[in-house]
């Protein structure tokens, strides 16, 4: 993984980091996820650079070594977009192939949406499209359910702020990992649902560990509570 070049771009009032390998012109453009940081794709990255691919992971605003905006609470989905389209403007790339995971699904699909013409296609893991529009399945969602708990101002950072960011990390992934649905009990937090004693999982390392909780130790919980969790705001073609 040495070979995986860091950048730094400033565009949009922030520095953002950059992840980048290989050379060419077909460009492959990652996008992460939660609790994800632009780590999460370094094989896939290697595997594509050594296909002839040029590969770019950004970390969005907020998450890994990009910096963390003014306001987080206020940081919308049309502000990760602006942010990639100001990003490969900077970098001088007019088209992609966009792969992302998770939440990312979402501003990929809307880079796709809304510049279709800097998307040569798009892959996608775990979150089908969803139409442009308020989203209303949350009311039924389980009140103890992961994302009906962190949707609430203060009750994850109250949750989260009794660990170190490297144990939140840790508590996410042995969650996430599970077959079951994390729903906690009434009187029960997120983190309480993982004991300490619950090993990682096997795909995931302590060295793996160890970078992300470095890595959210300094961007903090903010902005990834903010976004996906608490967005707002649908872009337009004008932002």
């Known amino acids: 993984m040495d070979q995986i070049q860091h950048n730094f771009i400033t565009v949009r009032g922030?520095?953002?980091?950059?992840?980048?390998?290989?050379?060419?012109?077909?460009?492959?453009?990652?996008?992460?996820?939660?609790?994800?940081?632009?780590?999460?794709?370094?094989?896939?990255?290697?595997?594509?650079?050594?296909a002839g691919f040029r590969t770019l992971a950004p970390d969005y605003r907020g998450?890994?070594?990009?910096?963390?905006?003014?306001?987080?609470?206020?940081?919308?989905?049309?502000?990760?977009?602006?942010?990639?389209?100001?990003?490969?403007?900077?970098?001088?790339?007019?088209?992609?192939f966009v792969v992302a995971k998770d939440f990312g699904v979402r501003p990929a699909y809307l880079l796709t949406l809304l510049h279709p013409h800097r998307v040569s296609c798009v892959v996608t893991l775990g979150v089908p499209h969803v139409?442009?529009?308020?989203?209303?399945?949350?009311?039924?969602?389980?009140?103890?359910?992961?994302?009906?708990?962190?949707?609430?101002?203060?009750?994850?950072?109250?949750?989260?702020?009794?660990?170190?960011?490297?144990?939140?990390?840790?508590?996410?992934y042995i969650l996430f990992s599970r077959s079951e649905i994390p729903i906690a009990d009434e009187k029960q937090e997120v983190m309480d649902m993982v004991d300490?004693?619950?090993?990682?999982?096997?795909?995931?390392?302590?060295?793996?560990?160890?970078?992300?909780?470095?890595?959210?130790?300094?961007?903090?919980f903010k902005t990834a509570l903010q976004v996906p969790y608490r967005y707002g705001v649908i872009p337009n073609k004008n932002q």
């Open 14 to 50: 922030l520095k953002f980091h950059v992840a980048d390998l290989g050379e060419g012109s077909n460009v492959v453009l990652f996008l992460h996820g939660f609790p994800e940081i632009w780590y999460s794709w370094r094989y896939q990255m290697v595997a594509l650079a050594n």
């Open 63 to 96: 998450y890994g070594l990009s910096d963390i905006p003014p306001e987080p609470e206020k940081t919308t989905f049309a502000d990760l977009v602006a942010d990639l389209v100001a990003i490969l403007d900077h970098l001088g790339i007019n088209k992609v």
């Open 131 to 172: 139409p442009l529009e308020p989203r209303k399945y949350r009311e039924s969602l389980p009140e103890g359910f992961y994302i009906s708990r962190w949707n609430e101002p203060g009750r994850a950072e109250a949750d989260f702020g009794r660990f170190d960011a490297k144990t939140v990390v840790r508590n996410i």
């Open 196 to 220: 300490a004693s619950v090993p990682l999982p096997p795909w995931f390392t302590e060295e793996d560990l160890a970078t992300y909780g470095a890595l959210y130790e300094k961007s903090g």
